[in-house]
C-alpha cells in the first residue's frame, strides 16, 4: 500500500520555525513532483510550493523568502522549512506526491495533515 506520512506540526509563536517531513511508502517505482499544500479553517485547499524530482521548486508569494521547500530522492521524503511564521499560516498542511507504482503505474498520494497553529 503506498502511502504519505507526515510529521512536525504543532503549535509555534510567530516569528517562529518549524520544519514538516513526508515520508513516501510502498511498492514505489519513481517519484515525479512533490508538494505542500494547506488548508486553514473555513477556506479552500491552496497550493503551498512544489519540488520536482530534478529539483527545481515552486514557491507562492504568500510565502517566499520565508518557506523552503527540498527533497530527498533516497529517502522518499520532502520537507518544508517554514522560518518567519505568522498567524495567517495557520493551517493544515497536506504534501502530495504523484509516483508510478508496480502494478497501478501512476498514481496521486495525499498525506493525513499535519497542523501548524501559529499564535502567541
Known amino acids: 500500500q503506498v502511502q504519505l ?12 520555525s518549524l520544519r514538516l517531513s513526508c515520508a513516501a511508502s510502498g511498492n514505489i517505482l519513481s517519484i515525479y513532483d512533490m508538494g505542500w499544500y494547506r488548508q486553514a479553517p473555513g477556506k479552500e485547499r491552496e497550493l503551498v510550493a512544489t519540488i520536482s524530482s ?22 522518499k521524503t520532502v520537507y ?20 508510478t507504482v508496480i502494478r497501478y503505474g501512476y498514481l496521486e498520494r495525499w498525506g493525513q495533515g499535519t497542523l501548524v497553529t501559529v499564535s502567541s
Open 54 to 75: 530534478g529539483g527545481v521548486t515552486n514557491v507562492v508569494d504568500s510565502v517566499k523568502g520565508r518557506f523552503t521547500i527540498s527533497r530527498d530522492n533516497a529517502r
Open 5 to 16: 506520512v507526515e510529521s512536525g506540526g504543532g503549535l509555534v509563536q510567530p516569528g517562529g
Open 80 to 99: 518544508l522549512q517554514m522560518d518567519g511564521l505568522k498567524p495567517e499560516d495557520t493551517a493544515v498542511y497536506y504534501c502530495n506526491a504523484q509516483m
